[in-house]
């Protein structure tokens, strides 16, 4: 774990339910001890309670609800450093924090989000779902409706928060706001009739991922 | 004074959006400490400063749209130096990347109206472009509110939505090589409604299948007489004993694996030149969702290791699931030979299109009591008809009538009464 990596590896570590605040802590860890070599570009996968995290574009009148209101239902409420606007974490939805020294792959923001994309879909087409991108609107599309919300940060080229998947999200959630400032349906693959095992989906989920980005696999 | 550019995040990227400065004029900051953030397509970027010492001057404020390379902030080297800061220079945006110039002696498209000359409006995002291009904007007439009059995604967006001025010339309609979409007058009778994900993928299915496979369907009539009557005698006591009613079906289902274990290659499917013989017996049983809002087939496996109750339960069992969209992943995969029972809506036989990779699907019609001749007499019976699409690449004529003539034998002299 220690030695700077030489080659490209990717680790993934499952942190199951952990809420949201502690999750962005350990981010900034990982973000620093990647920065300094000494951990391999990691794929971060969680689970959050209940939240409604904003973006750095973010615009509070896309929060329908008041934070009082948010409270009351026990939804956190955060602001955040990625980029993109307001969107809301919760059970069913898997989440993935790649931690990536993209001086390593590309050093290209949209092509890191395109690339988030492809896994994504990728990861759809094995459960017969076709997902697909919709220009100016980054995350992944099923149909009109939004499946997977992307939004990144990026320092020195490390890269940190990333994609929110709904497989079986109570979609019930997304009344408290607008995601992404859009207002376009949100759907899941439950919602779309695909009853997909977590475990299931994170497995395909890294799978493409190392194929996307062209990683050996550490684990 | 070292100049601080707006950087270039990726090859397609021609601008970016200042988000947050991260320190005030005057503050001091050290080479590669973070100065300010900048936002591109759903990505947020900490931009380091380029060198040590204090922040001079802001260019540009936080929630401006800019194109890489723009100077939006200068830093002076030592000390005291933002006393002696030059006046601001008067900052045009600093055309990038120059625009590709366009080779002159390339004619123009004639057009009713002349392309504006690309040069003219400096460089624009591709996604400025896209929108003008989509709406047949003439981006010589929009104003640009950006950097330097740099056109920016709202200006174009702006134009969009704006009501297209009366008197504007109608757009010149190149004769179109495919019949023109209705006029807009006739759009109150047609209402337009997407496809559900489910729809287009059935829609892409049949038609791969059609083009897949040569279909041909043969029908065989069958008497049912032997099975109706042990089911008549069975089917008071099966509903009491396991809560659901005994149909047709399972009869067809297990004399359908019985035939297919006698003729493997209506079990087979096709993989480039070579024939797959499926050991197992997986029949996918197909599925209408309520009000005709999709089809789906479930796969009863092992379907020959099952006894009638069991191929009952099983079919009861995936086309609950089915409707109620409950189905695992697992269970519409591997099918090896399928069935549809279109009888149950009252058809008397169709020809079904093979659900691939299969090369074969039975199809089941109603069962009506029709008068029949036996030995010259005139006799009441149950009567069927079997209608098998076979992939005819793969399986003769003579072949599929042996089957289907086996799975209508076995069902004719059906004489054991334990389900």
Redesign the interface.
Known sequence: MLAAVQTRVLSTRDLGRMKWAETYALQATLVEQRKRGEIADQLVFVEHPHVVTM???GHDKNVLASEEILAKSGIGFYHT????DVTYHGPGQIVGYPILNLNDW????????RALEDVIIATLRG????GERS??A??VW???AKICA???????WITSHGFALNVDTDLQYFQYIVPCGLARPVTSLRA?????EHD?VKAALRSNFAKVFGYETEN | MTDVVMPQMGESIVEGTLTRWLKNPGDRVERDEPLFEISTDKVDTEIPSPAAGVLAEVLVEAGKTVAINTVVARISDGGGAAAIAPAPVVQAAAPVAPPPSAPVTAPAPVAAAPAPAAEDLGPLSPLVRRIARENNIDLSTVTGTGAGGRITKDDVQAVVTKPAPVAAPPAATPAPAYAPPPPRAEAAKIRVEPMSTMRKKIAEHMVHSKQTSAHVTTVHKVDMTNVAKIRDKAKGAFQAQYGFSLTFLPFVAAATCKALREFPILNASIDGGNILYHSDINIGVAVALDNGSGLIVPVIANADEKNVTGLQRSIVDLAARARSRQLKPDEVKGGTFAITNFGSFGSVFATPVINQPNVAILGVGTIEKTPVVINDGIAIRSICYLALTFDHRLIDGALADMFTGRVKQILENWTDSVL
């Open positions: 973006g750095r574009n450093n990625r980029g993109g590309k050093r290209d923001v949209h092509a890191y989000v459960f017969c779902v076709r220009p100016g980054t995350g099923v149909g009109d992307i939004g990144v940060h990026i320092s020195r779309l009739g695909i009853a997909a299931e």
